[in-house]
């Protein structure tokens, strides 16, 4: 059975009718030219039997075109704590303590960015699971989390020997 996904994939520059073209023909055609707080963007409507499988094509279709590349999902993965207490239900104090309480026994998730600031951010996923919240709207902000920092790790190699390294850790998982 064949779901449709919604989602937004944050590119690395503007998309001009040419690359529009491009996308087009490479499978693109569920697929949206959009910005994102000023960044290119593209939302795409997918049929697939899961998120991942939906988001995972169509960063396969962009990166097939070798001129256009994926920098991210954008996605309602980082919280703070005002927005946690919030979706919890609980008070922003009652976070606090779950945060420093009994010197991070509590396992809560460690912040994502930020740690050590005034504001850091957490991960909304890994916070469900921790609150034994594991629902569709936090399993899809895990995943988005999942596929950024893959994404994050390719922009970031160097050549294709890191590049094959890095296939061989996820593979070797």
Known sequence: M?????????????IDEMMADDLFEAGLDDAGIGGVNGE??????????????????????????GYLQVLRVDGDELVSQADIAERAGKS???????????????????????????????RWGDVAVWLGEVDEVSERARTIGLINATLAARLNAHDEAEL????????AS
């Open 92 to 122: 922003r104090q009652a976070v606090n303590h779950w945060i420093k309480r009994d010197g991070g026994s509590s396992g809560f998730p460690e912040p994502a960015f930020g740690a050590g600031t005034r504001s850091p951010l957490w």
């Open 2 to 14: 064949l779901d449709t996904h919604t989602f937004t994939l944050i590119v690395d520059r503007a």
């Open 164 to 171: 094959g390294a890095m296939s061989s850790l996820l593979v």
């Open 40 to 65: 290119p963007a593209l939302d795409v409507d997918r049929e697939a039997p899961t998120f991942l499988d939906a988001v995972v094509s169509a960063v396969r279709q962009v990166h097939s075109l």
